[in-house]
């Protein structure tokens, strides 16, 4: 099928500003969006920048904004999109070139919430043990692989950077509600301060956005209402 | 300073998190409160009938005064606390920020007295 597909690019060393560059492109109904970057970039363009890894939606390298809605170029098939595609970086963070942009203010606030277990009790002989129930509780949030895509569609987060934002907060999400885990009450500074979870709106674009099918904003709800339960 | 040490250095503060729980309890009771005074004063009552008499004779009555200045006082609190949220997200310039609460809340303030004066002293003037 035809596809003509706009690109925004902007290169900081060149453009003033960012612009769009239209391309056309003959690709079949299954092909996925990421093939439709590279056939750009491999036979029409070559200066064309994106993100890529695993191409197969468990790297998280290319979230952009397709259409309009976050998603992972290698995980949706241009049939889906259609004859027109309009493809942007993700909003919200410095585009340091075309659909590649700057990360590190997410990470930074992944770090902040200590994404890893914390437990100083004395390691057991055996392994530290969970019902099924208790594993169940925070299996959704296991699932992130931090591709930016829930926070980049947060509208409280494009107004508001310092939003610690929906990734951040599974992750929290994550080990809070592990049975094993101790540093709940450290997590709870960073994400019930005045630029955490409370800045969410519930807009649920987190939850149309994720690739993996997480239900962000009943993350966020469940973080609220712990945090909530916690002080009562 | 990172996101985590300024975290840190806010422990204890749970304005927040009660501000959140305060917009839920405060809707649901605006909720009865408004369409209340909604259906009473609007639907229940012929609009030719509301007049300073139909005033004036419910607030003979305490419990219309306290039903007013609750309506008011959340309302207002509700209203104004959103306000403080869109400003917070919307408002990033320093500066514009601090005019656009000063603004914000000497309007809640002014608003609010004036309501609650009316409605605590008001006396039924005979025609």
């Known amino acids: 099928m035809q596809v003509k597909c706009k690109i925004r690019r902007y290169n900081p060393t060149q453009d003033k500003k960012p612009y769009f560059s239209v391309y056309e492109v003959r690709m079949e109904p299954t092909d996925r969006v990421l093939d439709l970057l590279n056939e750009i970039k491999w036979k029409l363009d070559g200066t064309l920048t994106y993100r890529r890894s695993c191409a197969h939606g468990v790297c998280g390298s290319d979230a952009m904004r397709i259409n309009g809605r976050n998603r992972l170029a290698c995980k949706v098939l241009v049939r889906d999109i259609g004859h027109k595609m309009t493809i942007e970086p993700m909003m919200g963070f410095a585009v340091l070139r075309d659909l590649v942009v700057d990360m590190e203010p997410f990470f930074e606030k992944y770090k902040a919430v200590k994404p890893y277990l914390v437990n100083d009790d004395p390691a057991p002989v055996t392994e530290r043990l969970q019902t099924p129930e208790e594993r169940a509780a925070f299996d959704d949030t296991t699932k992130c692989i931090l591709c930016a895509a829930c926070t980049t569609a947060c509208p409280p987060f494009w107004s508001n950077p310092d939003f610690v934002g929906p990734a951040a907060l599974v992750n929290a999400h994550r080990f809070i509600f592990d049975s094993r885990d101790k540093a709940g009450a ?30 962000v904003t009943n993350v966020m709800e469940e973080v609220k209402r712990k945090l909530l339960y916690d002080r009562a | 300073m990172s996101l985590a040490e300024r975290a840190v250095a806010r422990r204890g503060t749970n304005f927040e998190l009660w501000s959140w729980y305060y917009f839920r309890i405060s809707g649901v009771l605006l909720l009865f409160l408004a369409l209340g005074h909604v259906y009473i004063v609007h639907i229940l009552t012929p609009i030719e009938q509301v007049n300073y008499a139909f005033v004036a004779a419910r607030y003979a009555k305490p419990f219309w005064r306290t039903y007013d200045l609750l309506l008011l006082l959340l309302a207002m609190s509700h209203g104004v606390n959103g306000m403080r949220l869109v400003l917070h997200d919307y408002v990033r310039s320093r500066p514009w920020r601090v005019f656009a609460y000063s603004v914000l809340y000497s309007a809640a303030l002014i608003f609010t007295v004036l309501g609650a004066l009316v409605i605590v002293t008001f006396q039924p003037v005979p025609e």
């Not at chain 1, 409370?198 to 987190?206: A, E, I, L, M, S």
Request: a positive charge; proline letters at 3%; hydrophobic letters at 30%.
């Open chain 1, 186 to 215: 450290e997590r709870a500074d960073v994400i019930s301060g005045r630029e955490g979870v409370w800045r969410c709106r519930t807009v649920f674009n987190c939850t149309d956005a994720c690739p993996r099918g997480i239900q």
